[in-house]
């Protein structure tokens, strides 16, 4: 064997080390790549999960909007008509009440109207102030030595 073989040789031993080497490190790399892959496929999974719960819910509440909706409707239509109703018992309440007061009130004759003479009294004026609190500020009591208008003073 001569040298030129055994350089080959070793050149070709370096050579299959360098790809196992890579090919080592690319199995390592497709590996985190799968498992990766597996979990995005997991995640994208869930997700999916998820968006049919969050469909079912809109259905769902959509379905209690629409019951809502029409149990209010058919409230409001027989609160308008109790209102209805009640107006029309109320008019006929007032017109009857009025029937009745016209029937018991009769107008005085005209010579006891004549008569009548409205007088409005005359204010008594007193020298004193016009404010009932000046009168308890300086009017003292008597037996507890306070003034009245202080509420919660001394005794």
């Known amino acids: ?44 999974a869930d997700l999916d ?4 719960r969050a469909e079912q819910g809109l259905a769902d509440l959509r379905a209690a909007t629409d019951e809502a909706a029409d149990s209010l409707a058919g409230r409001i239509e027989t609160a308008k008509a109790l209102a209805a109703r009640l107006d029309q018992g109320v008019t006929a309440s007032s017109t009857r009440i009025a029937d009745d007061v016209e029937r018991v009130v ?12 409205f007088t409005r009294p005359e204010p008594a004026v007193t020298p004193r102030s016009k404010a009932r609190v000046d009168d308890d500020l300086f009017d003292p009591d008597p037996e507890a030595g306070r003034l009245r208008a202080i509420s919660g003073g001394r005794r």
């Open 49 to 52: 999960a998820a968006a049919a």
């Open 106 to 117: 009769q107008p005085a004759p005209a010579p006891v109207r004549e008569r009548m003479v």
């Open 1 to 44: 064997m001569s040298f030129a073989v055994i350089g080959l040789n070793l050149l070709l031993v370096v050579l299959l080390v360098a790809a196992l080497a890579f090919g080592w490190r690319l199995e390592r790399r497709l590996k985190a790549l799968r498992d990766s892959h597996d979990g995005f496929a997991r995640a994208v």
